[in-house]
């Protein structure tokens, strides 16, 4: 895999998995929903710079955009965060004690259960790190 470094604007990207009610029965019933989020600039390196952007690192965290609704009319049995988080780094590249994200790295979401296989940081610009 290419060593493209993680930074402001990249996404995490994959899909959860809710348990939605259905407010007619009370049955319930596993849904996939989309996650795509930016990260979010508090949880970045903002003092390393790639190409004037904030680096990634483990525990970066992005927000769902449009966050998960359940369809109309039912409910979440347990209400997604619609947080995202780089949960594994492949490099051993450190920030401030902490490894440098790179495209395709871990991530965790607000998916129930361990969904999270597919769940990956997706870049819009590449830029290098390591080897």
Do not use: W, Y
Request: proline fraction near 8%.
């Amino acid at each position: 895999m290419n060593p493209f470094i993680a930074k402001s604007g990249d996404l995490i990207q994959g899909t959860d998995v809710h348990t939605v009610v259905n407010s007619t029965t009370s049955e319930t019933q596993p849904q996939s929903f989309p996650f795509s989020g930016a990260f979010i600039p508090a949880t970045l390196e903002a003092k390393v710079k790639v190409n004037d952007m904030a680096v990634a690192t483990v525990n970066s965290q992005a927000e769902n955009q449009p966050p998960h609704e359940p369809p109309p009319s039912d409910t979440f049995s347990d209400p997604p965060t619609n947080l995202g988080q780089l949960s594994s780094c492949r490099i051993k590249v450190k920030v401030n004690g902490k490894n440098v994200a790179r495209d395709g790295d871990s991530c965790t979401t607000c998916t129930e259960g361990d969904q999270n296989a597919q769940v990956r940081v997706q870049q819009k610009v590449k830029v290098c790190i390591g080897s």
